[in-house]
């Protein structure tokens, strides 16, 4: 009798330990499964740097910018943000709307820009003198407005409106307006408040609008009114907006500078006006200048295209293939720099 109570006792406590043994096994095994899921998911969640694209201003120069473009195009690395001032704006306004590089390249290449930027009216061109609602054109250029039209256009050698309605067709008819791309890069632009004197971004309402004043060369063209702001050229605040793309988010930056004369060591030779306010004080401080040489320096992929004596009206045919050229040349440069950036995005923060 003893023996079986022995017995029953040794099979009671090896059914016992079996149990045990798989139980602990059973546990062991959800362990691991939640740690992988868990895993998994944190995986899953990890999101991908963001990258933003800055574009200088220089006015025929941009075309180096789109040559540029084309390489990073190839190399495979999205752009989530776009910002820019002047010809940057446009560009990146263009490109947030859909326009690829080959695009802007036939841009650059098939426009009359004398006409474009001028508000030449080509209809005009054999005409020495004729005069059309109030404004005189010789050969079609606009030389002189009535005092009438003058004080509802504003002041400027040019009105801009050529250009405007230009960007304004481009805009209605993008990529992004036909549905050809699925959604538009977040896009800021940079324009100058001459009343004030302040730095304006505009990222929101009109596109064109905001493309148009970022661009709005002092002297040049009229400035952009805009509620109680009269909106000039960005590039007289802040031409390779770095900063503006930071507060935009994100996490890499590649900017592209046209400029091509540094100021490292800028002294102003207006210093003697400093406190006397207004636009004497800001002749003086030159906070643009100041500005440009923080935000150069701030970028993670920093492209300077070496452009020689091309300057901002340098829009003849044979300068624009040139510094297009350039712009690619450049870009290539930059190959392995592109590559390092691509897979650095692969594997997250």
Do not use: N
């Given at each position: 009798m003893d023996n079986?109570?022995?017995?029953?006792?040794?099979?009671i406590k090896s059914c016992t330990f079996a149990f045990?043994?798989?139980?602990?096994?059973?546990?062991?095994?959800?362990?691991?499964?939640?740690?992988?899921?868990?895993?998994?998911?944190?995986?899953?969640?990890?999101?991908?740097?963001?990258?933003?694209?800055?574009?200088?201003?220089?006015?025929?120069?941009?075309?180096?910018?789109?040559?540029v473009l084309k390489e990073i195009e190839r190399s495979g690395i999205p752009i989530d943000?776009?910002?820019?001032?002047?010809i940057g704006a446009i560009i990146g306004g263009l490109y947030a709307q859909g326009y690829r590089t080959n695009a802007l390249d036939t841009l650059f290449r098939s426009q009359h820009w004398l006409s474009l930027l001028s508000d030449r009216d080509t209809t005009l061109t054999g005409k020495v003198l004729k005069e059309v609602d109030g404004v005189t054109y010789l050969?079609?250029?606009?030389?002189?407005?009535?005092?009438?039209?003058?004080?509802?256009?504003?002041?400027?050698?040019?009105?801009?409106?050529?250009?405007y309605d230009f960007l304004d067709s481009l805009v209605s008819h993008s990529p992004a307006e036909k549905g050809q791309v699925k959604c538009t890069i977040p896009f800021s632009c940079v324009a100058f408040d001459i009343r004030r004197r302040?730095?304006?971004?505009?990222?929101t309402g009109n596109l064109a609008r905001n493309m148009r004043a970022s661009m709005a060369i002092p002297g040049m063209f009229k400035p952009v009114a805009m509620d109680t702001l009269m909106l000039v050229d960005g590039g007289m605040i802040n031409n390779l907006p770095v900063d503006v793309m930071r507060r935009m988010g994100a996490d890499i930056v590649i900017a592209i500078d046209l400029q091509q004369r540094k100021h490292d060591d800028y002294h102003s030779p207006f210093a003697f006006l400093r406190g006397l306010g207004g636009v004497f004080s800001w002749l003086a401080e030159r906070p643009d200048i100041k500005k440009y040489n923080i935000n150069r320096t701030q970028a993670d992929l920093y492209i300077n295209p070496n452009l020689g004596s091309y300057g901002v009206t340098d829009f003849k045919p044979g300068a624009i293939k040139d510094m297009i050229r350039i712009g690619e040349e450049t870009g290539k440069a930059y190959r392995n720099e592109l590559k390092r950036m691509k897979e650095k995005l692969g594997k997250g923060r």
């Open positions: 079986q109570v022995k017995d029953a006792f040794v099979r045990m043994k798989r139980t602990f096994l059973i546990f062991l095994i959800l362990i691991c499964c939640c740690f992988s899921v868990q895993g998994q998911q944190k995986t899953a969640q990890k999101p991908r740097l963001k990258v933003g694209l800055v574009l200088g201003g220089g006015g025929a120069k941009g075309a180096a910018a789109v040559g943000y776009i910002a820019g001032t002047s050969f079609g250029f606009p030389v002189r407005r009535k005092a009438v039209v003058e004080r509802k256009k504003g002041w400027g050698l040019s009105h801009g409106d050529h250009i302040q730095e304006i971004i505009l990222d």
